[in-house]
């Protein structure tokens, strides 16, 4: 997608409709596309108390697939968000925003990690 379609996609088509399940899925697919002309759009909607606690979910696991240093920074600022949905989403976000900055071949490598601490 190019800058103008996926700005025209959250700003005309997706993140205005009436339906909650649409806007959801339009974070959704704006994470997936991990570009950066999605990030104001996405904050904004994460900035939103008003919108439903799914969209704003949404919102910040897309800008954790974004990962740039200021979509770090706004997933730090909803961390204590009231909404547990919002704030718990943030700290997967960060936690994806670390792994998508990093050299790590493999996202959860738990058991390589536990495997390092026994010895």
Same mark, same amino acid.
């Given at each position: !997608?190019?800058?103008?379609?996926?700005?025209?996609?959250?700003?005309?088509?997706?993140?205005?409709?009436?339906?909650?399940?649409?806007?959801?899925?339009?974070?959704?697919?704006?994470?997936?596309?991990?570009?950066?002309?999605?990030?104001?759009?996405?904050?904004?909607?994460?900035?939103?108390?008003?919108?439903?606690?799914?969209?704003?979910?949404?919102?910040?696991?897309?800008?954790?697939?974004?990962?740039?240093?200021?979509? !770090?920074?706004?997933?730090?600022? @909803?961390?204590?968000?009231?909404e547990p949905l919002v704030s718990e989403s943030c700290e997967v976000a960060l936690d !994806?925003?670390? @792994?998508?900055?990093?050299?790590?071949?493999? @996202?959860?490598?738990?058991?390589?990690?536990?495997?390092?601490?026994?010895?």
């Amino acid at each position: !997608m190019q800058l103008v379609e996926i700005d025209v996609f959250h700003n005309f088509v997706g993140f205005e409709d009436s339906s909650v399940l649409f806007r959801h899925e339009v974070a959704y697919v704006l994470g997936q596309l991990s570009h950066t002309a999605s990030e104001a759009a996405l904050t904004a909607r994460l900035q939103d108390t008003n919108e439903h606690p799914i969209v704003r979910h949404e919102c910040a696991e897309a800008l954790g697939a974004i990962a740039t240093d200021s979509c !770090m920074n706004t997933l730090k600022d @909803y961390l204590n968000d009231p909404e547990p949905l919002v704030s718990e989403s943030c700290e997967v976000a960060l936690d !994806m925003c670390d @792994y998508s900055n990093s050299d790590e071949f493999q @996202y959860a490598n738990a058991l390589q990690h536990v495997e390092e601490n026994v010895d």
